[in-house]
């Protein structure tokens, strides 16, 4: 059966509508973790009962990036890097538009790094999906800031000197309001984190796991796609609630899970809402008055 | 100055001001923005009046994210823009292209001041005229337009915004410290008397619109997000449809109507202010602050029973070919004062095609170029043998 009869012939996809279908098939390898990400998406966008016109996907570059083209939505595939800032000014422009950021791990916290830090502080109101795969591999493999320390890429032939960024630990301590980790094994989790944070007001950040044998699993032990989706399976552990500080993805022993931040703390809009066009005290606002006696140091 | 978008009257203004004012009057309601001298007081301004008219002044970690942030606001749906100066405008190159690629209307202010790097931040240069053309990677065409006065960073600002939303294309205000920094005489007219002008919307419904079809005028409708139309948008080489096609044939027909959208509309973009023309045997072509001190060297000229006459480019891109070439087949002399080492000039010599001498009156930034300086190269060429 040609592709072409098949689909008329097949029951439509119960993601038809959410996806550019006539722009398959997708550029991703086999064994790809990204687009199990892309069905956890979209079933978190249908199952968040958002209305889909107004709710936009901006991307940076790269293979996750890639995703933005494959969605049935307002999509935007943008520069390297600038997701981030690009969907700040979508968002602040129109807040009724739910806005979401799916790239990858050198896209949005290697050349993005001071982009993501700075909505995670102003608590910029998106939802940011970091599909993590260890390294670039649009460009066929080179080492990020995600990659761990002595994984080969093709510019650390013998191991990776870096040490690479805990993403989550990094979120929670800009201020994101919703953090969460997964791998592309756990996909019911990863659809529940995304209708989460999508659900929330504030910056809210999920990060998959996933594999990418091509680029980065043939050059390292982890082997191919299902290799690498069993080594999930042995080595992940669900801490809930934990400070993501403690949650390291330490691949020789144990790659820490979580739902680790949920919660709430005010949005740039609620913040500008009040200093830009209402009424904001003197700064510093100092409660009480200072008296010599309850000086600090006395 | 209660809340008004528009704030009618007469007042003694700075030209930073003047651009935020031409900006709020266009219905500018997004500014994204970093602080950097000479154009900081944009940003200032903004962040006080933005708010009280429903608006969002951000500033953000970088001019990158700056950039990036008012294309985002753009297919939100608002009219945003964007200041800066030379290094920031170094940074702002790549999303400016990714804004040319995807089409996206916008304004960005460059306050120039003299470089290369760190440069001279206090002082004026305009050294970033060809940065402007070119300073994005590929081939594209781009408007910019260059005021030589404070009215004129109000009433440039407002046609700034007109091209951008007329042509789907970031329009880039070539300003520079003089004109940011000197308070003038400016006007502002009443709200019915300012002209703006929307991006055209699709007609068509959401499953039969196509984003890059383009209308008779090579420029295409514009759906902005949330409209229901679903719309993708990628700065990669893409169809109609706004999808993503890698071969030489996609990339000819985008690029080609990249040029053509400016290059066919370019008798209404182009304009420019001829004083004295009709007779003259020497002209000064200027921008700009540089415009200013033609003017005056040009009249000069005149009471001395010199013939002079001058072009002063309003746009500056596109160029005013035509022109160039007219006035140069019937003067003894083109003259071209700037405050770099010869960038305009460049272009001016290209289209007089050695039909006349073409004399460059350079200075490498830091003060204006004197009238003196320029009335000393007219009168230099009257010397030249005339046609």
Known sequence: MTT????????????????????????????????????????????????????????????????????????????????????????????????????????????????????????????????????????????????????????????????????????????????????????RRVTNSITEAMQKRGFGFVEVLAPCPTSFGRRNKIGNALDTLKFYHERSVIRNDIDPKDAPMDFSSHIVLGKFVDTERPTFIDNYQQACRGQMSDWPDIGSKVTPGNQAGQ | MANKAVLTGTYFMNGDYACCEGALASGCRFFAGYPITPATEIAERMSRRLPELGGIYIQMEDEIASMAAILGASWGGVKAMTSTSGPGFSLMMENIGFGICTETPCVICNVQRAG??????????????????????????????????????????????????????????????????????????????????????????????????????????????????????????????????????????????????IQSNRDTIIRTENIYLDDAEVVVVAYGISARSAKQAVREARACGVRAGLIKLETVWPFPEKLIRDVATRVRALIMPEINAGQMVLEVERCAGGACPVKLVSHFGGSIIHPRTILDAIKDSIKIKGK
């Not at chain 2, 003089?178 to 300012?194: D, K």
């Open chain 1, 4 to 187: 072409k009869k098949a689909r008329e012939t097949l029951p439509q996809h119960p993601m038809e509508t959410l996806l550019r279908s006539e722009r398959l098939p997708h550029i991703w390898c086999s064994g790809c973790g990204i687009g199990t990400v892309l069905g956890s998406v979209m079933a978190a966008i249908q199952k968040s009962g958002y209305d889909q016109d107004k709710i936009a996907v901006v991307s940076g570059i790269g293979c996750t990036a890639r995703m933005a083209g494959y969605i049935r939505l307002d999509s935007f595939h943008t520069t390297h890097g600038r997701a981030i800032p690009f969907a700040t000014g979508l968002k602040l422009a129109r807040p009724e538009i739910k806005v979401l950021v799916i790239s990858g791990d050198g896209d949005l916290l290697a050349i993005g790094g001071n982009h993501f830090i700075h909505a995670a502080r102003r608590n910029i109101d998106i939802t940011v999906i970091c599909v993590n795969n260890l390294n670039y591999g649009m460009t066929g493999g080179q080492l990020g800031p995600s990659t761990p320390f002595g994984a080969k890429t093709t510019t650390s032939n013998s191991g990776c000197p870096e040490e690479p960024f805990n993403f989550c630990y990094l979120a929670s301590a800009c201020g994101a309001v919703y953090v969460a980790r997964w791998t592309t094994l756990h996909i």
């Open chain 2, 116 to 261: 290369p790097s760190t440069g001279l931040p206090t002082l004026v240069g305009q050294g970033d005229m060809m940065q402007a053309r070119w300073g994005s990677h590929g081939h594209y065409e781009i408007i910019a337009l260059c005021p030589s006065s404070v009215q004129e960073m109000f009433d440039f600002t407002i046609r700034a915004f007109n091209l951008s939303e007329q042509y789907r294309i970031p329009v880039i205000i070539m300003a520079d410290e003089v004109i940011g920094h000197m308070n003038e005489r400016i006007v502002i007219p009443p709200e019915a008397e300012i002209e703006l002008v929307e991006r055209r919307k699709p007609a068509a419904p959401p499953g039969d619109y196509l984003p890059y079809h383009p209308d008779a005028d090579w420029v295409a409708p514009m759906a902005n997000c949330g409209d229901g139309y679903r719309i993708h948008i990628t700065g990669l080489t893409h169809d109609e449809r706004g999808y993503p096609v890698m071969d030489a044939d996609t990339q000819a027909q985008m690029v080609n109507r990249l040029i053509q959208k």
